[in-house]
T-cell receptor, first 115, second 113 residues
């Protein structure tokens, strides 16, 4: 069975500091993708970053990077130089090759950036 | 602009009054889904569709119906809404590949009183 676990319901970070949001996953499928989404208070879901299971390097997108440790089944999101606008809910998600129809989501982490 | 359009954004209704939430995408995606978001539970899939006239249940389908008569549209129907269907609903579309993200609509905040 597929599962995404986010163990940090809420986190605080000081503006301009880096923060790591944890995500662990479970799947027996050999090929899968891992995604992070941001949900600001306005409610929309914003795609941030993607990591493929066969990718050798960690994905990066601007201030976002994904710390992918395949053996540990973890896909942590790192936000560098936090900004006030980073305050939001963050969801980790997974999609597997044998079940394209579905994205499996974690319960989310609420990040608050303090000035 | 690639987008998923969902309407309405906000809806307050009474128990038992049928309602439809519309969803349309302009990316020619095969896959479309409906999710509901509840605090502490993340997003859970209600129904999905792999193509026109092909739909199937997700994890929490009870009390919902869907249809896919055209590739771009995937409406969610609540025949007899109940208060436990009060939630934030998202329509999403995606291409048929594990390395492609889901595109989400703006969300519909539904309250059933």
């Amino acid at each position: 069975a597929q599962k995404i676990t986010q163990t940090q319901p809420g986190m605080f970070v000081q503006e301009k500091e880096a923060v790591t949001l944890d995500c662990t996953y479970d799947t027996s499928d050999p090929s899968y993708g891992l995604f992070w989404y941001k949900q600001p208070s306005s409610g929309e879901m914003i795609f941030l970053i993607y990591q493929g299971s066969y990718d050798q390097q960690n994905a990066t997108e601007g201030r976002y990077s994904l710390n992918f440790q395949k053996a540990r089944k973890s896909a942590n999101l790192v936000i560098s130089a936090s900004q006030l606008g980073d305050s939001a809910m963050y969801f980790c998600a997974m999609r597997v090759i044998y079940n394209f129809n579905k994205f499996y989501f974690g319960s989310g982490t609420k990040l608050n950036v303090k000035p | 602009e690639a987008q998923v359009t969902q309407n309405p954004r906000y809806l307050i209704t009474v128990t038992g009054k049928k309602l439809t939430v519309t969803c349309s995408q302009n990316m020619n995606h095969e896959y479309m889904s409906w999710y509901r978001q509840d605090p502490g539970l993340g997003l859970r899939q209600i129904y999905y569709s792999m193509n026109v006239e092909v739909t199937d249940k997700g994890d929490v389908p009870e009390g919902y119906k869907v249809s896919r008569k055209e590739k771009r549209n995937f409406p969610l129907i609540l025949e007899s809404p109940s208060p436990n269907q009060t939630s934030l609903y998202f329509c999403a579309s995606s291409a048929r590949a594990a390395n492609t993200e889901a595109f989400f609509g703006q969300g519909t905040r539904l309250t059933v009183v």
